[in-house]
C-alpha cells in the first residue's frame, strides 16, 4: 500500500478547523464575564493543551517511526495531555457558568487540540514528501544535464 501526502484541501480544512475552534474558543472567552484572572486560567489551559497534544502526537510519530524518543518525554508527553484536559474539566465543574457556556468551552477545546493534532500530523507527512520531490527533480535534472 502506497502512503499519500495529504492534500490540500484536507490540509486547508483542518487549518480551518483550528482556526474556527480557537477563535470561537477566543471570542467566548474575550465576552465572557467573569474575573480577568479566570479568562487567564482558560487561556493558559487551552495554550498548554495546544502544545502537548502536538507533542503527544509528534511523539507517538516518532515512536512509530523508529525515530529515538526518550521514555521520560514520552510518558511526560502522555501526563501533560492528560493533565490539561483534567485542569479544563476541573476548571469548568466549578466554573459559575451556564450550563451551555460549560458545552460551548469544551467543544471548543476538544475541536481546537483535535485540529491542532491534525494539521501537525499533516505538516510533518507534507515534510516527508518534500525530500522525495527534491530527489526526483535532482534526478530529472541530472538527466537533463548530462549527455
Known sequence: ?????????YTLASIVTLITGGGAYGVGLFNAEMA??????????????LF??????KTIRDKAEGIATSKVYYSLSWASAGISLA????????ANLLLSEKGF?????ALSLFAAVTVQKNVRDLQ????????DKA????TLITP
Do not use: H, R
Open 105 to 109: 468551552y469544551g467543544m471548543a477545546y
Open 139 to 142: 534526478e530529472l535534472s541530472e
Open 36 to 49: 480577568l484572572n479566570e479568562k487567564g486560567y482558560y487561556l493558559a489551559i487551552i495554550l498548554y493543551g
Open 52 to 57: 502537548s497534544m502536538v507533542s503527544l502526537q
Open 1 to 9: 500500500m502506497k502512503i499519500q501526502a495529504p492534500t490540500k484541501s
Open 128 to 135: 516527508a514528501f518534500k525530500p522525495d520531490e527534491k530527489e
Open 87 to 94: 485542569l479544563l474539566i476541573i476548571g469548568l465543574i466549578n
